[in-house]
């Protein structure tokens, strides 16, 4: 499954031309033209990325940011704003509440598509060598070790990869196609149940302090790591 974009824009031209090239990229667009609507579509599957506009009917950019980089199932989906406004303050206003980066309209599409591919790869979990620890489950990347309550995990590198990545995204539900995409890439042909092979790899090695449970199948959908 592609990577799901929401736009937030309030003119439909603009919100038009930016679906369709969203989906000549390969992304999956959703559409938004006022404020709350576009809270109403930060549901799960949460979007991968928002495209938020300044000015909104019924709210602003900066209050919807706000909102969700203050509020724990949404705060890591990064935003890219866009408006009309060229003053420096207000390019700060918008980062410092958690944009990750920013456009000025007129923009060309060209350019957004190169600015979200540099901010995909910033925020990109592989990219991150701190320490992760979860009720007892801790993982480092720069040493490769995984140990729950200080004994020691065997796993393979595609189960390591996979914790990693739910480790990095928690309470977030995953289909088995955002999981190939985000673990495996894009430019791999794997099959979808292959995913279920390594989910049952991974319960195995956590099993040891009954962390498997944290693995959790969401019926329909796919796979969320939680620890509720």
Same mark, same amino acid.
């Given at each position: ?12 031209p ?37 495209? %938020? @506009? ?5 709210? $602003?950019?900066?209050?919807l940011a706000?909102k969700?980089?203050? *509020? &724990? ?5 990064p ?12 390019k ?22 190169a600015?979200?591919?540099a ?5 990109a ?13 801790r %993982? @480092? ?5 995984? $140990? ?6 065997e796993?393979?590198p *595609? &189960? ?11 309470e977030?539900?995953y ?33 040891l302090?009954d ?7 969401v ?6 790591f939680?620890?509720?």
């Amino acid at each position: 499954m592609s990577r799901k974009i929401l736009i937030v824009e309030d003119e439909a031209p603009i919100r038009e031309m930016l679906s369709f090239v969203m989906e000549q990229h390969g992304y999956q667009a959703v559409e938004a033209g006022d404020y709350d609507t576009a809270l109403a579509k930060v549901v799960e599957p949460y979007p991968d990325m928002i495209i %938020l @506009d300044w000015m909104l009917p019924g709210g $602003t950019g900066v209050q919807l940011a706000k909102k969700l980089k203050t *509020t &724990e199932y949404t705060r890591n989906i990064p935003i890219i704003m866009l408006t009309a406004r060229g003053e420096e303050e207000d390019k700060v206003k918008g980062l410092e509440v958690g944009a990750d980066d920013y456009m000025t309209k007129p923009f060309s599409p060209k350019e957004l598509m190169a600015r979200m591919r540099a901010v995909f790869r910033r925020v990109a979990p592989t990219a991150l060598d701190e320490p992760l620890e979860i009720s007892g489950l801790r %993982l @480092d990347p720069v040493s490769r070790r995984v $140990t729950a309550y200080n004994d020691e995990l065997e796993m393979g590198p *595609t &189960e390591f990869k996979l914790l990693h990545f739910f480790m990095t995204h928690t309470e977030r539900v995953y289909s088995r196609e955002q999981l190939l995409d985000h673990v495996w890439g894009t430019n791999v042909y794997v099959e979808d149940r292959t995913v279920d092979v390594h989910i049952r790899r991974l319960r195995k090695a956590l099993a040891l302090h009954d962390h498997d449970r944290l693995v959790q199948t969401v019926r329909g959908v796919g796979y969320r790591f939680s620890a509720r």
